[in-house]
């Protein structure tokens, strides 16, 4: 079971290593994760702390720093950031920015406002398990070289 949940991170983790280009041609992205990890002090007080999330396993807090940058050399309009959210995670969804799929990015929305067809041809609400992609709308407009940092958290099932 461990070595299938490391396989299975090893693939996730890699396509987080998947150059911004692939996903668009405009936004520079480097993507890190991490463990958060809490510890006790000598004097009783937690401590949060984050280490390179070169192993993972059930329960673990994983955070997802993205730096982003405008690399088109002009001002854009309205771009986003996508990304594929690891198998074997549930995002923490407490972002309002953040926009979710559960179709593989065919539609978009919070999480409330989503529904999956049920095996007898009904239609359910869709659950944070669920969900396949994640975007953020960055600003309106980004001047060229701008750059910015989005982060987000999820939890290893």
Do not use: C
Not at 88 to 98: E, K, N, Q, S, W
């Amino acid at each position: 079971m461990k070595i299938m949940m490391r396989a299975a991170m090893a693939v996730a983790m890699a396509a987080f290593i998947v150059p911004a280009s692939a996903m668009s041609p405009h936004i520079g992205l480097n993507t890190q994760m991490f463990v958060e990890q809490v510890a006790t002090d000598v004097n009783g007080r937690e401590r949060r702390m984050l280490r390179y999330a070169d192993r993972v396993q059930p329960g673990d807090r994983l955070i997802f720093v993205m730096d982003w940058r405008n690399e088109a050399g002009q001002r854009l309009s309205r771009p986003s950031l996508t990304r594929a959210v690891p198998r074997g995670t549930r995002l923490d969804l407490a972002d309002p920015r953040m926009m979710v799929s559960v179709d593989g990015g065919r539609r978009w929305g919070r999480i409330e406002q989503l529904w999956l067809p049920t095996p007898l041809g009904g239609v359910r609400r869709a659950l944070p398990d669920d969900v396949t992609h994640v975007r953020w709308q960055l600003p309106a407009s980004v001047p060229a070289g701008e750059s910015g940092r989005i982060s987000y958290r999820a939890i290893v099932r």
